[in-house]
């Protein structure tokens, strides 16, 4: 087992494959948090697009821009977690081109990043390997992808067809040959992520795909009852958005009646 107070990097993502050492990634967006999470143990800390909804009230994620990405990753990198910090490349800042993904994805590394994950699959191969060949380590992501919501006709579980499943095999070998060390497989049978997972040699990320992964990965504010309509597939372990509520509660009324701040809290 590698041992807890190592700094993770992608090569420790890929040892813990090699291990057989589940992986354990949460999303994280700002200081506070992306430091309780580094206490907690986790391997790796997603500065997640998924901000948009979750934190900033968007629809979807396909409105948030690539300056307020990488604000948060500079606010999780200020917690200088053990955790690997991988920065989410918003919609439109790699599709274009690989020197488009090149400049910005520098961007998210110099804003402390230590890889950065982009959704899809054969379609954005040269992106990759630009990244790669810059010295970029970068994470993949297939299956549901968020930004193409609009395409896939919601979000849907994919990998139902015969041919979403030929498609998703083909996407993970393609990432796997053009260099990514690990890939999100987001919302798709179990049996497909099973079948990827044994086919690849670098670590499968697993969220709302079953057990069969190395490793799995949770937004923050679902696993907190922080979302008030959390995804099926999430598991709530914690329900802090009714905790703050009873704090923020008890707080108007002692100051509605005269008890706070009491003696203690001025000279």
Do not use: W
């Amino acid at each position: 087992m590698l041992f807890l107070d190592e700094k993770i990097t992608m090569r420790k993502f890929i040892k813990k494959k090699e291990l057989k050492e589940k992986i354990v990634m949460i999303t994280a967006y700002d200081t506070p948090f992306a430091r309780i999470a580094d206490k907690a143990g986790v391997d790796s800390i997603l500065v997640g697009d998924s901000l948009a909804m979750v934190v900033l009230g968007m629809e979807n994620t396909i409105n948030v821009s690539l300056r307020t990405m990488i604000d948060h990753v500079k606010a999780v990198a200020r917690a200088k977690p053990r955790a690997l910090i991988v920065g989410d490349m918003p919609f439109m800042s790699y599709e274009v081109s690989s020197k488009q993904a090149l400049k910005n994805a520098s961007l998210m590394i110099k804003g402390g990043a230590e890889a950065v994950k982009l959704e899809g699959g054969e379609e954005i191969i040269e992106q990759v390997k630009s990244l790669v060949r810059a010295g970029i380590p970068v994470m993949g992501h297939i299956g549901l992808t968020p930004q193409r919501f609009l395409r896939l006709g919601g979000y849907r579980m994919i990998g139902k067809k015969p041919f979403e499943e030929e498609q998703l095999l083909r996407d993970a070998e393609a990432l796997q040959e053009a260099g990514v060390f690990s890939i999100v497989v987001e919302y798709t049978l179990s049996e497909v992520a099973r079948k990827i997972t044994e086919k690849l040699s670098i670590p499968t990320i697993c969220i709302g795909s079953g057990p069969y992964c190395d490793g799995q990965v949770l937004v923050l504010h679902d696993l907190l009852g922080l979302t008030e309509k959390p995804p099926s597939f999430a598991k709530k372990y914690a329900d802090l958005s009714k905790i703050a509520e009873e704090a923020i509660s008890k707080y108007a009324s002692e100051v509605r009646n005269g008890i706070f701040p009491g003696k203690e809290h001025y000279t």
